[in-house]
């Protein structure tokens, strides 16, 4: 999988590196029982504080993605399907709105790039 | 130690030792053996045809000297081809040179030590338990010994130049840093490994029962290749704007980005699956064939391949970190 962060960004790069998991899990890049790289490696492959990473990592934690254990690191334990089909059932009713509105396609797509912004 | 060294020890000196030994051992012997020994037959059921002792211990040594000698020879026309080649070429003849000569050297012995002492070829006993399985042992323990003697290909590999052009990219933002991670289990291995073990108990059992108690540990011997292959069913792949690192198992290959001259991304063929480490040099395969694989050039036209479950993104992002380090 791969793991980004900018750190010119304004998002904190702890939600950047959480941010990653959770897309790789949506993709299915990640499945369950694979492991995340070491904290130190991370955080020095990406520049960053491990404490960042190790933030990222409880986050993920806390959401039940990741289990934490001792001598083995961060192991998935969730694919996060859920996830996926709640953001597929909310772009489908962004689409049916726009359609009742009258807004096409490339407006809908230019709000959410502004979204991301 | 030096690379000369490593392969003077490997090479010579360790076959050298083992045919010395064998040597020695066997003249030491020359009183106590008979002047033939079983053929066909011999261990306690009737001896069918026999072997003139004398001759069998001067050409089996002299069958092993040749070897030896043409692994010397084998080693020195490596030089001929291509640079990336030469160094895989002189570890396997290095390899098969020690495992051959010890597996003949140890055969040897474990044939005339069970021969001591017999007046006549019916006296022969069956081979000894420790030495038919210490016999694999030893010529595990040296194979080993002269793959390490090998070592690595010197690296030195040259600072690559600007990475081409027409390479396929991946986007970055100026300050983005980036790691791709990537860990797999090799399922045919894992099968591998456990129908190894399972043959290895087979083996036990049945030569336990058969042969007597004292032959079960040579399964046993078969049931620990079982472990090896098991520890290299496993890989990591980590790249990050430094290097590429690579492990299988317990072997692990790094190469810094800056001598990466591009990436490409291929399926990896049956072919590149069994010959990548000859023609290629640096050369070795992470997944079996056929697969998605990321071919890292160098600037001195070897190559790594290397399994990827997303080849065509990895492969694009090592272009954009290398094409990076080139503007800063």
Redesign the interface.
């Given at each position: 999988?791969?793991?980004?962060?900018?750190?010119?960004s304004s998002t904190p790069l702890g939600d950047q590196i959480a941010a990653c998991v959770r897309n790789a899990l949506i993709s299915a890049?990640l499945s369950p029982g694979?492991?995340?790289?070491p904290a130190r490696?991370?955080a020095s492959?990406?520049?960053?504080n491990m404490h960042t990473v190790l933030r990222a990592y409880a986050a993920l934690r806390d959401e039940g993605l990741i289990e934490l254990r001792r001598g083995r690191g961060a192991v998935v334990i969730s694919a996060a399907p859920d996830e996926r089909a709640r953001l597929a059932d909310a772009v489908r009713e962004v689409a049916a709105t726009a359609r009742r509105i009258g807004m096409g396609a490339d407006e809908v797509v230019a709000l959410i790039r502004e979204a991301f912004a | 130690m030096n690379q000369v060294l490593r392969w003077l020890t490997g090479l010579v000196l360790l076959p050298g030792a083992v045919l010395g030994v064998t040597a020695v051992v066997v003249s030491g012997w020359a009183g106590r053996l008979p002047e033939r020994i079983p053929n066909k037959g011999g261990g306690g059921r009737p001896v069918l045809s026999t072997l003139a002792t004398e001759p069998l211990i001067t050409v089996g040594l002299t069958v092993i000297t040749g070897l030896w000698l043409l692994g010397v020879v084998v080693f020195f026309l490596a030089r001929l081809l291509p640079a990336p080649a030469v160094h895989w070429a002189r570890t396997v003849t290095q390899l098969v040179v020690a495992v051959l000569v010890t597996a003949l050297c140890g055969a040897l012995l474990l044939v005339l030590a069970s021969a001591l002492d017999a007046r006549s070829p019916e006296e022969v006993r069956t081979p000894s338990a420790l030495f038919t399985v210490g016999l694999p042992v030893a010529v595990l323990v040296v194979g080993a010994f002269a793959f390490a003697l090998a070592g690595r290909r010197s690296s030195g590999l040259p600072v690559a130049g600007v990475p081409p052009a027409d390479a396929v990219r991946f986007p970055l933002a100026k300050g983005e840093r980036v790691l791709w991670s990537e860990h797999r289990v090799l399922r045919p291995l894992v099968w591998a490994a456990a129908g190894q073990a399972l043959i290895g108990v087979v083996m036990a059992v049945v030569f336990g029962l058969s042969l007597g108690a004292g032959y079960a540990p040579v399964g046993l011997v078969v049931a620990l290749t079982a472990a090896m292959t098991l520890a290299v069913s496993r890989y990591r792949l980590v790249v990050d704007e430094h290097a590429v690192r690579v492990a299988t198992g317990p072997f692990r290959r790094e190469f810094p980005l800056t001598t990466v001259e591009h990436a490409t991304s291929s399926p990896l063929d049956a072919g590149d699956w069994l010959a990548a480490g000859v023609l290629y040099g640096y050369g070795t395969v992470m997944t079996p064939a056929p697969g998605s694989a990321v071919r890292l050039v160098f600037a001195d036209g070897s190559r790594f391949t290397v399994g990827c479950e997303d080849a065509d993104t990895l492969a694009a992002l090592i272009n954009s970190l290398r094409h990076r380090q080139h503007t800063a």
């Amino acid at each position: 999988m791969l793991f980004r962060v900018d750190s010119s960004s304004s998002t904190p790069l702890g939600d950047q590196i959480a941010a990653c998991v959770r897309n790789a899990l949506i993709s299915a890049t990640l499945s369950p029982g694979e492991r995340l790289p070491p904290a130190r490696e991370l955080a020095s492959s990406l520049g960053v504080n491990m404490h960042t990473v190790l933030r990222a990592y409880a986050a993920l934690r806390d959401e039940g993605l990741i289990e934490l254990r001792r001598g083995r690191g961060a192991v998935v334990i969730s694919a996060a399907p859920d996830e996926r089909a709640r953001l597929a059932d909310a772009v489908r009713e962004v689409a049916a709105t726009a359609r009742r509105i009258g807004m096409g396609a490339d407006e809908v797509v230019a709000l959410i790039r502004e979204a991301f912004a | 130690m030096n690379q000369v060294l490593r392969w003077l020890t490997g090479l010579v000196l360790l076959p050298g030792a083992v045919l010395g030994v064998t040597a020695v051992v066997v003249s030491g012997w020359a009183g106590r053996l008979p002047e033939r020994i079983p053929n066909k037959g011999g261990g306690g059921r009737p001896v069918l045809s026999t072997l003139a002792t004398e001759p069998l211990i001067t050409v089996g040594l002299t069958v092993i000297t040749g070897l030896w000698l043409l692994g010397v020879v084998v080693f020195f026309l490596a030089r001929l081809l291509p640079a990336p080649a030469v160094h895989w070429a002189r570890t396997v003849t290095q390899l098969v040179v020690a495992v051959l000569v010890t597996a003949l050297c140890g055969a040897l012995l474990l044939v005339l030590a069970s021969a001591l002492d017999a007046r006549s070829p019916e006296e022969v006993r069956t081979p000894s338990a420790l030495f038919t399985v210490g016999l694999p042992v030893a010529v595990l323990v040296v194979g080993a010994f002269a793959f390490a003697l090998a070592g690595r290909r010197s690296s030195g590999l040259p600072v690559a130049g600007v990475p081409p052009a027409d390479a396929v990219r991946f986007p970055l933002a100026k300050g983005e840093r980036v790691l791709w991670s990537e860990h797999r289990v090799l399922r045919p291995l894992v099968w591998a490994a456990a129908g190894q073990a399972l043959i290895g108990v087979v083996m036990a059992v049945v030569f336990g029962l058969s042969l007597g108690a004292g032959y079960a540990p040579v399964g046993l011997v078969v049931a620990l290749t079982a472990a090896m292959t098991l520890a290299v069913s496993r890989y990591r792949l980590v790249v990050d704007e430094h290097a590429v690192r690579v492990a299988t198992g317990p072997f692990r290959r790094e190469f810094p980005l800056t001598t990466v001259e591009h990436a490409t991304s291929s399926p990896l063929d049956a072919g590149d699956w069994l010959a990548a480490g000859v023609l290629y040099g640096y050369g070795t395969v992470m997944t079996p064939a056929p697969g998605s694989a990321v071919r890292l050039v160098f600037a001195d036209g070897s190559r790594f391949t290397v399994g990827c479950e997303d080849a065509d993104t990895l492969a694009a992002l090592i272009n954009s970190l290398r094409h990076r380090q080139h503007t800063a």
